[in-house]
Structure formats: C-alpha cells, structure tokens
Nanobody, 126 residues
Framework: QVQLVESGGGLVQAGGSLRLTCTGT????????MGWFRQAPGKEREFVARTNWSGGGAAYADSVKGRFTMSRDNGKNRVYLQMNSLTPEDTAVYFC???????????????????WGQGAQVTVSS
C-alpha cells in the first residue's frame, strides 16, 4: 500500500505562487496514475489535476487550467503541483491522490482514488 505525504502549503497573497510536493512510499509508485484534489470549507472535495504513469497526459480542472502545472519524478516517487496566479478562490486543503496500481483511471472522482495524503493547507489572501 502506498503512503503519501504532502508538503509546500502555506499562506500567499493573491497573484503569488506556491509549489506542492507529494512524496510516496511503497512499491510500484510509477505504475499509479497520480492526481491532486482540493477541498474548501463547506464544499465537496474536487478534482484539480492528474498525470499518467509517465508524467504525460496531464488533465486539469477548468478553474486551474493555464495557472497550475502538475509534474512527476518517478525516480524520487514524487509528484508536484506548481500553482501560479493564485486567487482567494484557490484557498483549500490540497490532497495528493493515487489510483490503484496498473489502472488507467481518469482519476476525476474521489471514488477513483486508492490512497490519499493527509492534505496541505493553501491560503490565498486578497
């Protein structure tokens, strides 16, 4: 079973940038589709981005397209989320997510996720 740990959250002013890092432990990390979700207070957890096994095939929610970039380094068992031009609407807890090993899921829904990180708070002030 994979374990995921996020880092890199924090407080930033609107227009600023942050980079989240998710480090995975356990076998076959490179065979998992990986993604990021977020959950704002009082709202449901929502898809943000995902990338396939090799780091290609990235997909993004419309709300972050053109501002966020997801990448991965399978040699380090890490995925990253570079967030630029942040707005207060991006304030949320961000969760790293792993799909089951070997599955080519779209990883668009929380029900597609096999393992979650503990979450990283991102707060954007206006």
């Amino acid at each position: 079973q994979v374990q995921l740990v996020e880092s890199g959250g924090g407080l930033v002013q609107a227009g600023g940038s942050l980079r989240l890092t998710c480090t995975g432990t356990g076998p076959n990390f490179y065979l998992r589709v990986m993604g990021w979700f977020r959950q704002a207070p009082g709202k449901e957890r929502e898809f943000v981005a995902r990338t396939n096994w090799s780091g290609g095939g990235a997909a993004y929610a419309d709300s972050v397209k053109g501002r966020f970039t997801m990448s991965r380094d399978n040699g380090k068992n890490r995925v990253y989320l570079q967030m630029n031009s942040l707005t207060p609407e991006d304030t949320a807890v961000y969760f790293c997510a792993a799909a089951p090993v070997g599955e080519t899921t779209q990883l668009l829904l929380p029900s597609d996720v096999d393992a979650w990180g503990q979450g990283a708070q991102v707060t954007v002030s206006s």
